[in-house]
């Protein structure tokens, strides 16, 4: 997703914008296909979300390391990192095998 918005010149924000709107206006589509992409692209966007909580999280936790404190949110932490990323796998993949 970052790789392609670069490619676009875009922010991930905007090219998923850009990647809805232009899904709405093909009119060759069935309904089912736009829903479908429809809930791929919202996937995507709460990931992103998601992945910024995390980001902010692992900040968080990389001062109190540098400090010298093991926080002991540090597994739970890692362990949502972990499912994010999978949760974006999965996204990707639906989107891949939808074209």
């Given at each position: 997703m970052?790789?392609?918005a670069a490619a676009a010149?875009?922010?991930?924000?905007?090219f998923l914008a850009r990647a809805a709107l232009s899904a709405a206006r093909d009119l060759d589509?069935?309904?089912?296909?736009?829903?479908g992409e429809r809930e791929v692209i919202a996937e995507f966007f709460a990931a992103r979300r998601h992945l910024g909580h995390v980001g902010n999280n692992l900040n968080q936790l990389t001062r109190a390391i540098n400090a010298?404190?093991?926080p002991p949110s540090l597994d739970a932490v890692l362990i949502a990192?972990?499912?994010?990323?999978?949760?974006?796998?999965h996204?990707?993949?639906r989107l891949l095998a939808q074209n």
């Open positions: 970052t790789a392609g010149g875009l922010t991930v924000a905007g589509r069935t309904a089912s296909a736009v829903a010298g404190v093991h990192t972990e499912r994010a990323v999978q949760r974006i796998q996204a990707t993949d």
